[in-house]
């Protein structure tokens, strides 16, 4: 019972850790070097204009790109990282209550193989035809 303890209280640690629910963002910031296209502008000279954006892959292929000013970069930055974050503790978290259900399975005398399988079933007849 004292493992099963520690993973409760490991569970615990990793749920104490996670950042605000309310501050995170599935997705990936970057910046972007591009001309405007103004015959006069600085660009042309080589000194390109940056942009970043937040880069955000659906479900069949389709990406959509927020465009961000300077103001909001260290936020959406953050909020990536919180969702990442909160990804790795589900994992861990994930993790923790596997081993937490074979140690009750073993704490309660069932075999793998009894678990698994429960009641046996009846095999089907073959048709004659």
Do not use: D
Request: charged letters at 30%; proline letters at 5%.
């Amino acid at each position: 019972m004292q493992a099963i303890e520690r993973l409760l209280a490991r569970r615990a640690r990793v749920r104490g850790r996670l950042p605000p629910f309310g501050e995170l963002v599935r997705g990936s910031v970057f910046t972007r070097r591009m001309r405007c296209g103004k015959p006069t502008c600085r660009c042309v000279r080589g000194v390109l204009h940056r942009a970043t954006y937040l880069g955000v892959s659906f479900a069949g292929g389709r990406t959509v790109q927020i465009s961000l000013p300077p103001a909001l970069v260290a936020t959406a930055r953050r909020w990536v990282a919180n969702y990442q974050a909160w990804w790795r503790a589900i994992e861990a978290v994930s993790k923790i209550n596997r081993e937490l259900l074979r140690r009750r399975r073993s704490a309660l005398g069932e075999s793998a193989g009894t678990a698994a399988r429960g009641r046996p079933r009846r095999r089907r007849r073959r048709s004659a035809s």
